[in-house]
């Protein structure tokens, strides 16, 4: 197993360790190299109780052993001081007092929760695009009161975002700014989290409208894809990919799958002629983040794996390879209206929500901004 | 009821009567106000055999009676020779000879199959969009040799085509010429027919693709919004939209959805500045097809149908409505890549396939151009 | 249509008319040839409130013209005072003390709740069944305090109980007394209201286990089946088939289908020799329960639909038969364990739920229990 | 990894490699810590083509690696004369003929294919309850013309069989004989094979019916469970549980499940009165095959784990533990018309295909019944 700089065990501690995102977080954490589970947190109703009997246990693989007897804490601060990492799967209705007062506390938090994805001191990152983003994280610390040493937050994307993102990245790295951007999406009920979506709702329908998703993807992704500029002040901020205007349109639907979002995406370069569709596979083939090249232990082999089938990704078949740690993407070929389309398939609860916080946790051990002891 | 211009019933037959789309046929004709079922063709492993004994039927509601005991035959048009008007649900592997044969013996064919769509003097009708393609037949049955007198071949559209560009002729009658159009499909496993799709390929999934289905919603688009020219030799030709060039692009999914395919659709008008949602939306509830205008009896009273409900329509709560003859629409909304946005729902085995021929055959029979004696 | 007796209209409210039993009351009702929606109560919440504003409607077709704008009240007595009939989709949690207000104010309620199906003076009445029950309503009346002239519950079963009795009576009409019954559901998502069954628990799965469920079923059948037996006291009390001990083993299961419950049902009669699988069938289709006979205009015209196709019933091809108000019965066959065994369909939100409620207040109505002024 | 008798890899042929089961042979064999894949059989079609290009590959898991590039050979036994065993996942119209002639040129066919599952000198073994019947194997061998030294066949049983069959065994050796059994099941399609149920038939669907399924469990069973008569002949004879005649009547259901067949199950015990349901689940956890007491590399820690919640097992929760090469049970309880119920839930393309056959092959091994040189 691969080691972290300085050789230890990390404690961490799980926010919301009870929630659809938190068995996710104890399904991963339990066989990660570098981190060992120190603290479970949830609400009230389960603190007291042994892991075991607090949740209603949903994966399709047992409770790890290592958690089953732990006792779940109520999520506050004093809990988790020995954690030198906090991940967190709370429901958005408490993420942002709950973070809020954790970071307060110097703790380091690699949040799923949507409530700080907008904060201008926050960075919100995928981990195989835009780590370089982590590097607003000394001044969101100076902007604190008091300026903290060690603690910080961290977001992830929205689970459709992330996806999407990581061969658009690719793409730009490869071809330069792109200027349009259509995205339709097939998305899994699980990115609903429990119980989530009546199933007399969904079974033998789709549901053509999620609430807020849209808007989501069409600000987050210039939030990604977009550079962070110095002002003059000193003060960085994210310039939204305003160097390069990017449009994006999102269609959001619901589909009767499980885990795993499918994404129909056109896209338009700047770049006049275009890439061909061999280029484009080429360039996502090639795509290589930095968060393969530094090493982190749960990046997939493959950041992009390009289909040539015509018929592939699809989510039965495709979302649980590499654990659901990359992303597929098929169908590579001309839009008649923008540039090229294809078919983006990204785990929505691996890439799309725990894998990517874990990434990121790992990114700023590796890059120093976790302060391990 | 409604009566037919001479008040007679119509004799009619039915070819590939035992098969998915022929089924349908049964169900709407049997209750038909002005046709009477008076031949079902099928292959000759069913020829011979009491229907009830030669179909395995598929259909909610039970085999019309009227039908129950009449006798399958063979398509051969020896057996049509008194059916005014000929229904064919023919797969594509038989259509096109029995269609050709049947128009040899100078009968009038309303096909569901692909064969035909492309042939230049075939007119590709959808019966809320087109119907004016009708005044190719003379022409057609003029190429034939010897020339008919009665017979023809009208086509009715692919199920995907059908539902979207009612409501893109609804748009450019209201707002002239649309410039580009995006659709992605999330299409139902009716569409492809029995024993189609494996259960193994499509519960909790989503399939990508779907076989020469992009290509010809791209195309028939052309031919069906387009006009047609009256060319310097006096033939008449399909102009396929040229006049006003639109690009097209079609993304198709296969969805574990039973019955009714739905579109999210992007249009670039070419009039600046493009209407707005509020104009879009007058526009399509405003739609009146000539088909409705000239009382043809299974027209539904709205062509298209306007939900404001944000997460409307769905296939499973909307796909019946009016029999499934008309098309929901909902969301309309500014899409910031291209002009307007909104999803469409169509039944793709009722407006989608066997409505669309019955309402063509209705609309010959109002303008003449099939002879009831 | 059919008359009711004296030939009026009679008017009916709908308590819980916003909820799923409630909508298809509704639906059921607007088009009722006898009963006049008068008044809709629901929560508070919803009180004062279009219908169409206050209900999230579920169903395929739309809301009846006839209340889209009529304002919901509050399930309180004063406002039902001009019904002649109240019927009851209320939860369990609601029913118990509203059910019991509303007949303390002299109305009578047809109820498909559970709440009051144990009571020893109210009749669970299964229509095709046991509606010779009705006559414990004047001792259910001379037991309130004071006691009531027209006021009354009368309670229909629960969905899964209700079909297979239907089949179970008519084997005992016909063969005598059943000995043992051993029934596995498999129950449509429906039958848990909305939002119900979470998709994630459901789509690609069953779940072995119905809280409750299997309790009420080896319970109400011994109700719904057994006499009335008169006291040495003058008291009339439900005897559970006493006389005939029958044995009840139900194993319920949920399974991912929309409508519709298919039961696996053997049994073994008093009877030696017991029937054989075609004297089964044929009593089966021969059953008239007096529902039929007396003109309740709900009533389907087969109580019992008999398949002879190996594979039938299925619930997606025929819980929509004859509007949902009978049962489908298929595979009659010798069973090696017990006597003979079948399979039963039967729509639990139709003769499953409201539509038994309507045909036991149609049989009230008939017998002059429900007093029509 | 555990090593077999003589620390040797053995090669292994597979029949019908391209198909539903050959796949599934193949994902497993890949990592079989004894068993080296050397040659692939299929038909004439695939014959000559690398593996990826003959198959359609339908697994969760990429193409093994050992395989890709193999080139498939028709199932002629020259090809597989260096296989010391061969694995047929051929379909039944192929099977009889192919897997006869590699039994006449001396080869040892472990079948998943039900031909020769009647044959009256061949085993039908589930792995985890009747490996005592390899006896009959010589037997088998000397009555072949000319007699055998290392072919034979073994075939496993049908997939619901196997699964449920596994507590009947646990239940017999704790308590002696069971009288009667009556199972209903609730099958996945993948049962069906591919393409298998069609879609249109079992979304928002059960069928009630699967051909010859029914029968195979009533046949089945009794040859498993029942014991080999010693003839005065010398002639060893399946006795069919005969000395303690076993009634099993079975209903089969197909599901909208992916993998893993629940089945109910209630059973009858000789021995009165019967054992509790504490006391049969305590007999279920203690069961120990001798599968797993002679060191089978496939068999699972828990040959039948028991689940003590309520609504447990599920095939989407369950059906991966112990990659399926287990069965689980749950709700345990009183019968109220036999004496115990519970629920079965098995893995049928595990335990109920390819991992069975494999696990055959390991104990024919350690037992020496297979040559290895």
């Known amino acids: 197993m691969s080691k972290n700089p300085d050789g230890k065990q990390i404690k961490v501690g799980i926010l919301g360790a009870t929630g659809t995102v938190g068995q996710r977080f104890v399904t991963l954490l339990a066989k990660h190299p570098w981190f060992t589970i120190h603290v479970l947190g949830a609400s009230s109703r389960s603190a007291?109780?042994?892991?075991?009997?607090?949740?209603m246990w949903k994966q399709t693989t047992p409770i790890p052993s290592v958690v089953r007897d732990m006792i779940v804490r109520e999520c506050h601060p004093e809990h988790f001081t020995e954690c030198a990492i906090i991940f967190s799967g709370l429901d958005a209705d408490a993420a942002g007092e709950i973070e809020s007062a954790f970071r307060n506390a110097d703790l380091a938090i690699f949040s799923n929760a949507k409530n700080y994805r907008r904060d201008p001191s926050v960075p919100l990152i995928v981990p195989l695009v835009n780590d370089s983003h982590l590097s607003i994280i000394p001044q969101q610390q100076a902007l604190q009161n008091p300026p903290l040493k060690k603690g910080f937050i961290v977001t992830n994307a929205n689970c459709?975002?992330?996806?999407?993102v990581i061969p658009?990245?690719?793409?730009?790295?490869?071809?330069?700014?792109?200027?349009s951007c259509l995205v339709t999406t097939m998305q899994a009920i699980s990115g609903a989290g429990y119980p989530g979506v009546p199933s007399l709702d969904i079974i033998?329908?789709?549901?053509?409208?999620i609430g807020g998703e849209e808007e989501k993807m069409e600000w987050e992704t210039l939030k990604i894809l977009g550079g962070i500029a110095d002002g003059d002040d000193g003060m960085k901020t994210f310039d939204m990919h305003a160097r390069h205007p990017l449009r994006v349109s999102a269609s959001c639907n619901r589909v009767p799958v499980i885990d795993g979002h499918t994404m129909c995406v056109s896209v338009r370069f700047q770049q006049r002629p275009p890439p061909s569709p061999q280029q484009?596979?080429?360039?996502?083939?090639?795509y290589t983040p930095e968060a393969q090249s530094i090493g982190c232990p749960s990046v997939p082999v493959h950041a992009i794996f390009v289909h040539e089938e015509p018929d592939r990704p699809q989510p039965r078949l495709d979302r649980y390879y590499q654990d659901g740690a990359g992303v597929s993407v098929g169908r590579v070929r001309q839009c008649p209206v923008l540039d090229i389309k294809f078919v983006v398939l990204a785990n929505n609860v691996s890439i799309g929500a725990a894998t990517s916080s874990i990434i990121n946790a790992e990114l700023a051990v590796l890059k120093g901004v976790v302060k391990v002891e």
Do not use: C, W
């Open 48 to 55: 007291g109780k042994p892991y075991t009997q607090a949740v």
């Open 160 to 164: 459709s975002t992330t996806g999407y």
């Open 168 to 179: 658009l990245r690719a793409l730009e790295r490869a071809f330069g700014p792109i200027e």
């Open 204 to 209: 033998d329908n789709v549901v053509p409208y």
């Open 280 to 286: 484009v596979r080429e360039a996502l083939v090639a």
